[in-house]
């Protein structure tokens, strides 16, 4: 075993248990960053090279930027010292990056399509027999899960839809794989439709705008993915849904729509912001300022943790500073992920352009990017579709 081998193997492990596990996400980037310091020990000069180029990429800096202004909210909190326990939540997102660059460009090979495979095909497996399960056992809403809150685990579906949907756009290998490619493109897309998430269906439709603009050829399935999209609306009438079906988005008044309690949610967010503008009431305190901001029960909760919206979430946690540090780096992502389509229109750029279209969409309803894993899947997908490292490389 050397140092690079090592990286690969982490690689690997991490590429597995990023649809699986949070867990099994940490102690694969932490055995990436201990093959590191093994190069680093051995050979100083590759290993610094790789570190190097990772930290000085415009996406590092804007991710440190967010994690240094989340200290300095932190400190101004209406709870300063429950805010500093939380920052290690976003310096994991520097400490994903960092890792899983280095290893990109040092590791002695890219084992990560197979690996990704495994992992959600076998999640998605699981949360379809899941829903079905509860579906015959005559569940009043059937919500595919498989280890994670349903929002989160649908958020992963969805991100590796868009990876086997870029694979059989642009496909490499032989045709064993593109059949691969196809059977997880099912599968994961049955896992979607039973976690009955419509944000992430919503960031779908984004991310097929995104690669409509990206290239011409796809506006030619237009009317499939509109089909596509009704078809699934439809079924979504038809399972069980506890009362939150779409058909009731509309005939429920704004007082009890459970749909329509965001909207309570966003209003709690804006007048946060406007009272503690600089640097808000301070990361994990929302739900402080929701008991004093809404003092009555919304859609039969007391209290709320988050704003579902991360944009007014974090304007409410972190103020104007915050919030326009987090668009600059979501920002810096996007726009890093479209220069790299453009120039190496390969599958990896593609997943990466699409999927962070999509990402940006999903947060305007939910908190993804405060979800450690699926924020470090999303990274992922980022660098293997952005850095410089030919795609046939990456196996």
């Not at 959600?120 to 595919?144: C, D, F, N, T």
């Not at 220069?339 to 999903?362: C, H, I, K, N």
Request: with cysteine; net charge positive; glycine share 8%.
């Amino acid at each position: 075993m050397t140092p690079r081998r090592a990286l690969s193997f982490g690689l690997a492990a991490l590429a597995f248990a990023l649809p699986l596990s949070i867990a099994g996400v940490n102690a694969a980037l932490a055995a990436i960053s201990l093959a590191w310091i093994w190069l680093f020990a051995n050979d100083r000069r590759p290993a610094a090279a790789a570190l190097v180029a990772i930290a000085r990429s415009p996406a590092f800096i804007a991710l440190a930027a967010y994690a240094g202004w989340a200290l300095v909210a932190s400190l101004s909190s209406l709870d300063p010292a429950a805010s500093l326990r939380l920052w290690p939540k976003d310096a994991h997102k520097l400490w994903a990056f960092l890792a899983i660059g280095v290893a990109l460009i040092a590791a002695d090979k890219i084992r990560v399509a197979m690996p990704l495979a495994a992992g959600l095909g076998l999640h998605a497996a699981v949360g379809v027999v899941q829903a079905g399960s509860e579906w015959i056992a005559g569940a009043a809403r059937v919500r595919a899960h498989g280890f994670l809150h349903p929002v989160s685990y649908a958020e992963i579906m969805g991100i590796g839809l868009l990876g086997a949907a870029a694979y059989l756009a642009r496909p490499e290998g032989s045709a064993g794989r593109r059949r691969a490619a196809g059977a997880a493109a099912a599968l994961l897309s049955a896992a979607l439709v039973a976690s009955q998430t419509r944000a992430v269906l919503i960031a779908l439709v984004a991310a097929y705008g995104a690669a409509c603009a990206l290239d011409a050829r796809w506006r030619r399935h237009a009317l499939a993915a509109i089909v596509i999209l009704a078809g699934v609306v439809a079924f979504w009438e038809v399972m069980p849904t506890g009362g939150r079906s779409l058909r009731n988005l509309f005939a429920q008044d704004s007082a009890s729509s459970p749909h329509r309690a965001r909207l309570a949610l966003w209003d709690v967010a804006l007048r946060v912001a406007r009272d503690r503008p600089a640097a808000g009431v301070g990361p994990g305190q929302y739900r402080q300022a929701f008991d004093r901001y809404h003092p009555e029960n919304l859609d039969g909760e007391g209290t709320w943790g988050n704003a579902h919206n991360v944009y007014l979430h974090q304007l409410a946690e972190r103020g104007v500073p915050g919030l326009l540090i987090l668009l600059a780096a979501l920002g810096t992502l996007l726009l890093g992920a479209w220069r790299a389509e453009r120039a190496r229109r390969d599958a990896w750029s593609l997943w990466a352009a699409t999927a962070t279209a999509a990402f940006l969409v999903m947060n305007l309803t939910e908190v993804a990017w405060q979800t450690e894993q699926v924020a470090s899947f999303l990274l992922l997908v980022w660098l293997l579709g952005t850095t410089a490292r030919p795609a046939r490389e990456i196996l």
